[in-house]
């Protein structure tokens, strides 16, 4: 599951459970940063402002360093975790670790780490709103596959 099985069940479950404390560390680091983000509230409807957050970065109103940026990726898998379940795994591409949804009957694989450096960097070739939305789409209609 994360690049490497343990053998018991107990011990991936303990996996877990730090893998979910490392990411919302990391999503409250971001969250720490952004002034009034009381709109970031792991709703659905707080991916917007996520993306206006993101948008004032890019933009060079706001400054995040490449952990805090980070950050808001985690901050969007802990609001997909929280609304649609999930677990975290280790990937080795551009996305070290991705978050997925629906196993064992399906899995979505959401890579938000690149998508959001990416939003940083270039602006918006998708909004995130979009790219949440292609997410909940695959989720809700039990459809593999990866939403990067």
Do not use: W
């Amino acid at each position: 599951m994360f690049g490497f099985h343990k053998s018991t069940q107990q011990v991936e479950v303990d996996v877990q459970d730090e893998f979910i404390e490392r990411v919302n560390a990391a999503a409250e680091d971001f969250l720490a940063v952004v002034p009034n983000h009381g709109a970031l509230d792991y709703s659905p409807q707080s991916v917007q402002a996520l993306d206006a957050v993101l948008d004032e970065v890019y933009q060079g109103r706001l400054s995040l360093t490449p952990m805090q940026t980070v950050g808001a990726a985690a901050y969007l898998y802990e609001l997909c975790r929280r609304q649609y379940g999930g677990l975290y795994e280790v990937c080795d591409d551009d996305d070290p670790v991705v978050l997925v949804t629906g196993e064992p009957d399906f899995d979505v694989c959401l890579c938000a780490i690149s998508k959001v450096e990416q939003r940083v960097r270039q602006g918006s070739t998708e909004s995130l709103l979009a790219f949440f939305q292609r997410y909940v789409r695959a989720v809700d209609s039990r459809q593999s596959g990866t939403i990067n």
